[in-house]
């Protein structure tokens, strides 16, 4: 693997051994804590001004603060089926060898040509091997604790419309962001399968075997906001 600088073998722990629950960005000034969940516009959140100055923590070291009723937590949800197409396409985009964060190497998803195939190889995989990547684990696990409860998280938005619920949220702390287009709905490839999932009952009858709870949950919070 080469030489690795200290910042990247920590994310690459992170990503190999998936070592992301209880994970979370604190900003003290603002008094907010975001629970990160990959390809919910986490990097574009974390790099925004109602987080600079933040930093990655636990959010179980912070529940011993003091203060901790004063700070408020968010998270960002996104529709199941196309987080997972685009984490799909994030880890295949990573398959090089040259990339410490490699995480596909030695799968046999990589090995197929067509698009649908390939990915219900990845679903076949993940039955076999686990959540190996921490894009794709999913987002149910992030915002629960160890014994699987839910973890008491104030504020969900949701990545089809975040760049104007980001602005509210950030708004209502005299702070003005305006986060970059999310590419919030999909298009080309991921649209095409998007759409061939959706229509074929086999693959998606895989998908929502690994990620029923991630559908329910995006349903209920959605409903309810």
């Known amino acids: 693997m080469g030489y690795i600088k200290k910042k990247d073998y920590e994310n690459f722990i992170l990503r190999i051994e998936n070592k992301l629950k209880d994970y979370c ?10 629970f990160v969940i ?9 790099n925004s001004r109602l987080m600079r100055g933040s930093y990655r923590t636990t959010y179980s070291s912070l529940r011993k603060l003091n203060n901790f009723e004063e700070y408020e937590t968010f ?4 529709n199941p ?14 398959n090089n060898p040259d990339n410490i964060y490699n995480t596909a190497g030695d799968k046999k998803f990589v090995l197929l040509n067509n698009d649908l195939d390939r990915f219900e190889c990845l679903l076949d995989e993940i039955v076999e091997h686990g959540f190996f990547d921490g894009h794709l684990k999913p987002q149910n696990y992030f ?12 504020n969900y938005l949701f990545f089809e419309t975040i760049t104007q619920e980001f602005y509210t949220f950030c708004a209502r702390r005299r702070i003005f962001c305006i986060l970059p287009n999310m ?3 999909a298009k080309g490839h991921k649209k095409e399968l998007i759409l061939s999932v959706k229509s074929n009952e086999r693959i ?11 559908v329910r949950l995006y349903r209920e919070k959605s409903s309810s906001s």
Not at 84 to 90: G, L
Not at 143 to 154: A, L, N, Q, R
């Open 25 to 34: 960005w604190v900003n003290h000034t603002n008094k907010v804590i975001f």
């Open 38 to 46: 990959p390809k919910n516009a986490s990097t574009a959140i974390r």
């Open 75 to 78: 998270v960002v949800l996104r």
């Open 81 to 94: 089926l196309e987080r997972v197409i685009s984490a799909y396409y994030e880890v295949l985009r990573g």
């Open 143 to 154: 915002v629960t604790d160890e014994s699987g409860k839910e973890i008491k998280i104030d």
């Open 183 to 185: 590419n919030a709905f």
């Open 204 to 214: 998606l009858k895989k998908f929502n075997d690994l990620y029923g709870a991630d």
